[in-house]
């Protein structure tokens, strides 16, 4: 009878193997929680001998990386007695990771906020208050920052974020290909008809060449025509919806009938390789981008020298969507005043210039935005700053991820052709309806 | 072999005296001390990582909890929205049929291992580390490249079929191959372990019963499925289960193969509502909607589920399982 026994210690063995590995994840995760609990714990203890303090900055964008660490640089000549590190955290998980360690109570000291989640943050009390006192105590003016901004890290009353940058999107386009179609380029007078018009003419399907990028993205696409439309995405007061509206269903239809004539890439085709790739792969005409792509076109050897922008073309009115990163600080920080500090420095002048130069996103200090503009002298970048007079905040509320991460689903049967764009409205308008009564 | 060595000893114990008895026990004891503190590591790890959270997971399906903590008690709030909620019903659809199609790789392994076992085939080591490769691949790079292949418009397999006059559709965007794509990645990720299973199966097997069947005249067919195949089950029941485990927590394959970069969750992806399993709807409402309890609720259901379809299966082996 040697099968059993033999049948039974393979089974056994292959077994006892999930245990084993089991202990070597958890073994894992004490070193990595303990790791984590050294990294932001580090130098406590410090401040009353005043030795030096660790504060730990963290970023997402490894592009900015560098300019990151030139400020940092800056900051710590001024200020020996801090030293900052710089903790890079893929884009994919920052959030996720954030919001992990900020339950653990181990979140980075100071790190980067976006407007989407700044709601979620600030009302749980995760992030440091920048008193009126503290502003001025530490030489902050935000009147040196564009009010939208100011306004995307200020809940009832209370700043919370220092603006790091801004971006705003502008209409991309491919002199070669608009040269052998024989059409002017786009300028600040062009309409939707316009970009129809033109998106028309580009599109070769047998070249693989087409007028126009249309993905379903709020920020890039759809908001930014709502708003022309003359629509709203969020009602002012962040409690309902504004699909329903004729104007934001004239501003998702735009997008929606530019994929349903073929001028566009299909959704699965702009699903599989990445919109901002396939603009670059010289094959298409025009694409609205915002302005944090300026660095990697210019560094495109395929269309760096055929592509440039203009500012967005009009509907009923001119708009354009602003949003903008902050430094924020962490409410459980053990040194809130090495905090107040850095947090002042990288919102100074000195600091913005350094960015503008160094890490390819517009600076939000007013003034130190035209460093930015002469970093990129093939392109007419001066477009973003031009749209500012008529930027619209990108939508927000408590938990805005909640209703934005389902638009997209919502939408892309209607992308993808079946479904008519206005009953896509009208399900997203109930969907996000939904999500906000969640908030109250 | 070492069943037996190690089964040895103890017979030889039962005959000798009480006094050597004793001082065995003793030191058996102390043995035992030593056993202890050696599985302590592993045991407190799984305890503190493993059953403590899954404790945790049960309470907090019964709250509403706040995305950094904090939580408020709502019974069976969460159970009754899930039961209405659309999304999940479909994520569990997809779930199973992605688990049955990962089941397709199990006779496929069989075959390919009793290819492999037979006596004097040449390179056979070469084979067995090109089958298994894909086990200590990494699944995220592993998934990265398949991503890469199954590209619609310059993807290599597209390209390959071109050359056959067929136009490839977007695997992974296009809602009625996506399933399809992902539970090849899968089976190809999952091969070598099934592989193994088998293949150590295989050597169990006495070679009597086939030299038996070769007397008796039994083709190469015939053996295969009346030597091989009925004394392979109990590794078949066992692949099984472990297939039946891991296909229902699929999310690796789906976070990495749906998603863009601009999309983490891939929810602009026009496929994800037909590959969207209970893990990643999991991930999705916890961590991305930021309602912890629902989550939570969502990964319980997963784990009743898992339960219940493991205790069905160790019922019906009884059935076609044969321990010879």
């Known amino acids: ?440 | 072999m070492a069943a037996k060595i190690q089964q040895a000893p103890r017979t030889l114990t039962a005959t000798r005296s009480p006094h050597r008895e004793r001082v065995r026990r003793c030191r058996n004891r102390s043995e035992h001390a030593w056993a202890y503190l050696m599985i302590a590591p592993v045991t407190i790890g799984l305890g503190l990582f493993y059953l403590w959270p899954i404790v945790q997971t049960f309470y907090y399906s019964f709250t509403q909890s706040g995305p950094f903590g904090g939580h408020q008690w709502i019974g069976a709030a969460n159970y009754r929205a899930l039961a209405h909620d659309s999304s999940v019903t479909q994520s569990a659809l997809n779930t199973v049929f992605y688990t049955v199609l990962q089941l397709a790789g199990i006779p496929l392994a069989v075959f390919v291992a009793a290819l492999l076992n037979q006596r004097g085939l040449r390179g056979r080591s070469v084979y067995r580390v090109i089958y298994f490769l894909p086990v200590v691949t990494m699944p995220v790079a592993a998934a990265m490249v398949w991503r890469w292949m199954y590209q619609g418009d310059n993807g290599i397999i597209n390209h390959l079929l071109s050359g056959f006059g067929i136009a490839g559709p977007h695997w992974v965007s296009d809602p009625s191959t996506a399933m399809y794509a992902l539970a090849a990645v899968g089976i190809w990720m999952a091969f070598g372990t099934n592989l193994v299973i088998f293949l150590a199966g295989l050597q169990g097997i006495p070679a009597e019963y086939y030299e038996a069947a070769k007397v008796d005249g039994a083709s190469a067919t015939r053996t295969f499925f009346r030597i091989t195949v009925p004394m392979l089950t109990p590794s078949i029941f066992f692949a099984t289960v472990l297939t039946v485990i891991n296909s229902l927590q699929l999310f690796d394959l789906v976070y990495m193969m749906m998603g863009t970069p601009s999309d983490a969750t891939g929810q602009s992806n026009p496929a994800m509502p037909h590959v969207q399993t209970i893990a990643s709807l999991f991930y999705e409402k916890a961590f991305i909607e930021h309602d912890t309890g629902f989550g939570a609720a969502v990964a319980f259901v997963l784990v009743a589920f898992i339960l219940l379809v493991t205790v069905v299966q160790f019922r019906l082996q009884k059935k076609w399982v044969h321990y010879a």
Request: hydrophobic share 35%.
């Open chain 1, 1 to 440: 009878m040697p099968q059993p026994s033999d049948q039974h210690r393979m089974k056994g063995r292959v077994r006892s193997a999930r245990p084993a590995v089991a202990a070597a994840v958890a073994a894992g995760l004490v070193l990595a929680a303990t790791g984590c609990g050294s990294g932001s714990g580090s130098g406590s203890g410090s401040k009353a001998s005043g030795g030096p303090v660790n504060l730990t900055y963290r970023i997402w964008d490894s592009t900015q990386q560098t300019g990151m660490q030139h400020i940092v640089d800056a900051f710590q000549q001024a200020n020996p007695n801090i030293h900052v590190r710089i903790e890079l955290v893929a884009n994919k998980e920052y959030w996720t990771k954030l919001q992990a360690d900020a339950t653990a109570g181990s979140a980075p000291d100071v790190f980067w906020m976006n407007g989407p989640n700044a709601q979620l943050y600030e009302s749980n009390k995760q992030l440091l208050a920048l008193s009126s006192n503290v502003l001025k105590q530490n030489g902050v003016d935000l009147a040196n920052y564009p009010a939208a901004l100011n306004q995307l890290y200020n809940l009832g009353g209370t700043q919370y974020g220092i603006p790091k940058d801004f971006d705003t999107v502008g209409l991309w386009y491919n002199k070669k290909l608009f040269d052998a179609a024989g059409l002017k380029y786009p300028d600040a007078s062009w309409t939707w008809q316009d970009v129809q018009n033109a998106a028309k003419k580009l599109t070769d399907a047998s070249k693989g060449q087409y007028g126009i990028l249309a993905p379903p993205y709020g920020q890039e696409n759809y908001y930014d025509t709502i708003f022309q439309a003359g629509g709203y995405v969020i009602a002012p007061g962040g409690k309902s919806s504004g699909y329903a509206k004729p104007e934001a269903q004239a501003g998702l239809k735009f997008w929606s009938d530019l994929v349903k004539d073929g001028y566009s890439p299909s959704l699965k085709s702009m699903t599989d390789t990445f919109a901002a790739q396939q603009f670059e792969s010289g094959k298409i005409g025009m694409y609205y981008a915002g302005s944090w792509n300026c660095m990697e076109f210019s560094k495109s050897d395929t269309i760096k020298d055929s592509v440039d922008v203009a500012v967005l073309p009009q509907g009923v009115k001119k708009a354009t969507v602003i949003h903008g990163l902050a430094n924020v600080g962490y409410a459980k920080t053990k040194h809130p005043a090495e905090v107040e500090k850095f947090l002042a420095f990288l919102g100074s002048k000195q600091a913005n210039e350094i960015e503008a130069k160094d890490s390819g996103v517009i600076p939000a200090y007013n003034g130190t935005q035209q460093a930015w503009v002469a970093s990129f002298p093939n392109f007419h970048v001066q477009s973003y700053l031009d749209e500012l007079p008529y930027a619209v905040a990108y939508p927000t509320s408590k938990n805005t991820s909640a209703w934005q991460n389902q638009e997209a689903a919502v939408l892309a049967p209607a992308w993808d052709g079946g479904e008519d764009i206005g009953t896509a409205a009208q399900q997203l308008a109930t969907m996000m309806n939904t999500a906000l009564s969640k908030e109250q």
